[in-house]
């Protein structure tokens, strides 16, 4: 099971990422962008995603991942936090941190720690 303690473990462990808060909610940035946030109100994480991968996990794993009508306008989707597989929030979490960081820190983190 996900819980926020563990996803703040994950996302902490990169470089120039913050804890604070967004929407009256837990969430994490780099360089002042939100990269995951927690919605207190279905006590779930929050993942950036495109629209097509969004309406893709939608369709074939609904006991996984929602949409609420607030979320749907956003390139965002809900996980259940005893459904979700760590290795896909740990995928995410490198994708959207990757998109987000500053170049330079990107660049020593992938130096630092090569990818076999």
Not at 75 to 82: F, K, N, S, W, Y
């Amino acid at each position: 099971m996900l819980t926020f303690e563990r996803l703040k473990e994950i996302i902490l462990a990169y470089p120039d990422t913050e804890e604070t808060t967004s929407w009256d909610a837990w969430s994490f940035k780099v360089n002042g962008k939100v990269i995951v946030f927690w919605n207190p109100t279905y006590d779930a994480p929050v993942f950036k995603v495109p629209f097509d991968e969004r309406d893709f996990l939608l369709e074939v794993d609904p006991d996984t991942f929602f949409t609420t009508d607030h979320h749907r306008p956003w390139p965002v989707i809900l996980a259940r936090p005893d459904r979700v597989d760590e290795d896909w929030v740990k995928a995410n979490i490198d994708r959207v941190w990757r998109a987000q960081v500053k170049k330079r820190t990107l660049k020593a983190w992938d130096e630092a720690s090569p990818r076999a």
